[in-house]
């Protein structure tokens, strides 16, 4: 009776482990695997290293910083160059074509840190999107050596420079700026300059975030229509005439 051969070749098959072992042979277990052939083949895969390790750090700092294991001082500008890092790698083209976005590359690499995907969905530092409130008669430590008169200007030039960002930001929209690219750093800029003036909610001030948050997830080269635009400059000269009523 003749025995019927696999129809695949298994572990015990003669043909299998000799081409196992051919395969072996041709192999040189001494040298490292390499996932590149070219110069840039390397450079990207360098910076889709370094996209993940932003990713593990960010994670790491967005915990510590909700345990309050660092401060407010300290985890601003940590967070802020991560983002900034992140924002610079990914303006490579041939990077963010391999990126895809954030979904994809999260499920090409199995990665799971919810608190730093959570902060490079929305774009924007946690002390931006919930500022911390300052508690009144308490003079905080970096407030003490400062005479009154002196913060008392500090606190003018604080004012001067949101307006000016207001100012700044409506004259990019008249001027036909639709790019994530030109108006997701003023926008920004003019969030921060918010907080260095009022940490309260004032009318206007969650459209602001919403509108970053919508830039955010915007490709660098991607435009917002427009209608969008119209919409933003209304909301933004909206923001700004609640903003100076504040500061009457």
Known sequence: MNSQQPY?????????????????????????????????????????????????TLDFVEKAYVKDTISQEEYTPICSRLLAQYRTILKNQDVANEFKDLDSFREQYDIEYPSAISRLRVGILATVEHPVSKEPGITYPSEQSTPAPSRAAASARAA??????????????????????????????????????????????????????????MKATDEITDGEARQLLFDIDHAYKAFYTILE
């Not at 997701?184 to 300059?193: A, K, Q």
């Not at 918010?194 to 997830?217: M, P, Q």
């Open 160 to 217: 001067a420079d949101a307006t000016g960002n207001f100012i700044t930001f409506m004259d990019a929209l008249k001027l036909n700026y639709k790019a994530k690219d030109q108006l997701h750093p003023l926008l920004g800029e003019l969030m921060t300059s918010l907080n260095a003036v009022t940490t309260k909610d004032f009318d206007g001030r969650a459209k602001i975030i919403e509108w970053l948050i919508k830039l955010n997830s």
């Open 8 to 56: 695949a070749p298994t572990a015990y098959s003669s043909s299998s482990f000799s081409s196992s072992a051919a395969l072996r042979s041709r192999i040189p277990l001494d040298e490292e695997a390499r996932l590149y052939r070219t110069s840039g083949q390397r450079d990207l895969y360098e910076s889709l290293a370094e996209i993940y390790a932003i990713i593990v």
